[in-house]
């Protein structure tokens, strides 16, 4: 059982920075993978950036130089530092967390926060 909440969410301009936090509660170590997904309007979700037990980052192309995924374990968050900003980033914005095993796995979501890029 694992429960996210994320917060951050807003409006904000283009060219602009936000920073969504995600704080996670419950069975915190049978967590493999956090990260942060978004869905526009009308499309499917898709990954954004992700954090590995470990340290290690993936990051979408899209997203690459302009937003930084980072962890606080002692604090069970987990953090998406987004910078230049642009309306394409418009979307909500979802936490995730994975146990992961052979051959399958579990995720966990939070609720979604709204990002608009706007000007």
């Known amino acids: 059982q694992v429960q996210l909440v994320e917060s951050g969410g807003g409006l904000v301009q283009p060219g602009g920075s936000l920073r969504l936090s995600c704080a996670a509660s419950?069975?915190?170590?049978?967590?493999?993978?956090m990260g942060w997904y978004r869905q526009a309007s009308g499309k499917q979700r898709e990954l954004v950036a992700r954090i590995i037990k470990g340290g290690s980052l993936d990051y979408a192309d899209s997203v690459k130089g302009r937003f930084t995924i980072s962890r606080d374990n002692a604090k069970n968050t987990v953090y998406l530092q987004m910078n230049n900003l642009k309306p394409d980033d418009t979307a909500v914005y979802y936490c995730n967390a994975e146990r992961r095993w052979l051959g399958g796995g579990v995720a966990y979501w939070g609720q979604g926060t709204q990002v608009t890029v706007s000007s």
């Open positions: 419950g069975s915190i170590l049978s967590i493999d993978t």
